[in-house]
């Protein structure tokens, strides 16, 4: 069974840094794309971030967030710099069960078969 755990989340003021974690069990998506979306009450899951050998961002977050894997512990993290109170949202890792070739198709969240809880990053005005 594929199971994704993020951990990291929390309560921070704006210009502050939190770093968040995806535990992955069950399956390695080493060849595979995985990525961050967040999503607030009342509006649709967003792509934030996604990594298969390259990385690719949302806009509003290109500069200020950084997303790593680590192929052998089986995890991806996000480094979120500079957060800003409208990067509040909960935070969801995701898996494909393939090669996401451009960010067209990184963004789309049907793309993606494996999905944590998600994890509340709340930035403070």
């Known amino acids: 069974q594929v199971q994704l755990v993020e951990s990291g989340g929390g309560l921070v003021q704006a210009g502050g840094a939190l770093s968040l974690s995806c535990s992955v069990s069950g399956r390695a998506f080493t060849d595979k794309t995985m990525a961050w979306f967040r999503q607030v009450p009342g509006k649709e899951r967003e792509f934030v971030a996604a990594m298969y050998r390259n990385e690719r961002y949302a806009d509003s977050v290109l500069g200020r967030f950084t997303i790593s894997r680590d192929n052998v512990k089986n995890t991806m993290d996000l480094q979120m710099n500079n957060l800003k109170p409208e990067d509040t949202a909960v935070y969801y890792c995701?898996?494909?069960?393939?090669?996401?070739?451009?960010?067209?198709?990184?963004?789309?969240?049907?793309?993606?078969?494996?999905w944590g809880q998600g994890t509340q990053v709340t930035v403070s005005s």
């Open positions: 995701a898996a494909s069960d393939t090669i996401l070739p451009t960010k067209t198709l990184v963004a789309r969240t049907g793309n993606y078969r494996y």
